[in-house]
């Protein structure tokens, strides 16, 4: 076997080696499409409520956010600076993926929303990673990339 051989063949077995791990992911999972929505929406009302008591329930204590801006806060900070917004929010291509009690989804949004007092872009992309305790499914870790005006 000359080098280059060995070269494809080592560079085949670390790529093999490092996907084995994800060989029981599946794309929609043991969680249908009902559910991972429902489990988005379960996020959106509660901060549609504006109640920082009730969001609370659903961020899980490692929660992280990320905005399109570049600033990002905590499961404390975030419950601080809870963003406003009204009407009916729209998700729309939900793309989802599970492995036991961890959802991934990834989505566009549609809603009119306020964050301080400025304009956020009314449909674009987010991210959301939830897991599931105790029968809730609680936010893990949100990316907002919509533009904030």
Same mark, same amino acid.
């Given at each position: 076997m000359n080098k280059r051989d060995m070269a494809l063949a080592l560079a085949a077995g670390f790529a093999g080696a490092a996907l084995a791990p994800l060989s029981g992911f599946a794309a929609g999972g043991a969680v249908s499409e009902d559910e991972a929505k429902a489990a988005v929406m379960s996020w959106l009302n509660a901060l549609k409520g504006g109640d920082p008591a009730e969001v609370q329930k659903i961020l899980a204590p490692e929660f992280q956010i990320l905005r399109s801006d570049g600033s990002g806060? $905590?499961? #404390? $900070?975030?419950l601080k600076a809870l963003p406003k917004f009204g009407g009916h929010p729209e998700i729309l291509n939900l793309v989802h993926s599970s492995e036991g009690d961890l959802l =991934? *989804?990834?989505?566009?949004l549609q809603? #009119? %929303?306020?964050?301080? $007092? +400025? %304009? =956020? %872009?009314?449909? @674009?992309?987010?991210l959301s990673v !939830?897991? +599931?305790a105790?029968?809730?499914?609680? !936010? =893990? @870790?949100?990316?907002?990339? *919509? %533009?904030i005006g």
């Amino acid at each position: 076997m000359n080098k280059r051989d060995m070269a494809l063949a080592l560079a085949a077995g670390f790529a093999g080696a490092a996907l084995a791990p994800l060989s029981g992911f599946a794309a929609g999972g043991a969680v249908s499409e009902d559910e991972a929505k429902a489990a988005v929406m379960s996020w959106l009302n509660a901060l549609k409520g504006g109640d920082p008591a009730e969001v609370q329930k659903i961020l899980a204590p490692e929660f992280q956010i990320l905005r399109s801006d570049g600033s990002g806060y $905590d499961r #404390e $900070d975030y419950l601080k600076a809870l963003p406003k917004f009204g009407g009916h929010p729209e998700i729309l291509n939900l793309v989802h993926s599970s492995e036991g009690d961890l959802l =991934v *989804a990834r989505y566009n949004l549609q809603l #009119e %929303q306020k964050i301080g $007092d +400025k %304009q =956020v %872009q009314k449909l @674009a992309p987010r991210l959301s990673v !939830m897991r +599931k305790a105790s029968g809730t499914w609680l !936010m =893990v @870790a949100h990316a907002n990339f *919509a %533009q904030i005006g």
